[in-house]
């Protein structure tokens, strides 16, 4: 369990420093990206957001550390009990390209992440690369 946790609290930050320089250097408002995920809860208010606030910016990092979590469990789930660096690579890269397709493919609009309300799609995916790296280092980490 603790490596679980583990695991995710790197997923989190690295996927969170990303989409925070990301939306600094887009918008020149670090939290801008991260109020747009908060339109799952207040609608497209949240889209138009920049600066930092705790009914936009905390409820939105929360929406995205809870959904970060849940793909670093399924990372860990793929990675196995004591995963080699390859398994470990395949299970981030898998559980990374699955965020996406889900994320972007399968829910509605409204459940989708948000960030792509604020970001360039090139950013959109240095943050799913982001997310990646986070749950390969993650489920590195948690062998040790």
């Known amino acids: 369990m603790l490596g679980l946790i583990r695991s995710a609290a790197v997923a989190v930050g690295t996927t969170s420093a990303a989409i925070l320089a990301l939306s600094h250097r887009e918008t020149a408002h670090p939290f801008a990206a991260f109020n747009a995920?908060?339109?799952m809860i207040w609608g497209e208010e949240?889209?138009?957001?920049?600066g930092f606030s705790l009914r936009h910016t905390v409820v939105g990092a929360a929406c995205m550390a809870g959904a970060l979590s849940?793909?670093?469990t399924i990372a860990t789930v793929l990675a196995?009990?004591?995963p080699s660096v390859t398994r470990a690579i395949a299970s981030g890269a898998a559980a990374a390209g699955l965020a996406y397709v889900i994320d972007y493919h399968?829910?509605?609009p409204r459940l989708r992440p948000g960030i792509e309300r604020r970001l360039s799609p090139r950013a959109v995916k240095l943050t799913f690369g982001a997310l990646a790296a986070g749950l390969v280092a993650g489920q590195l980490l948690r062998t040790r």
């Not at 949240?46 to 920049?50: C, K, L, M, N, S």
């Open 106 to 108: 399968v829910v509605p």
């Open 46 to 50: 949240a889209v138009t957001q920049d």
């Open 80 to 82: 196995g009990r004591r």
């Open 37 to 39: 995920v908060s339109q």
């Open 70 to 72: 849940g793909w670093a």
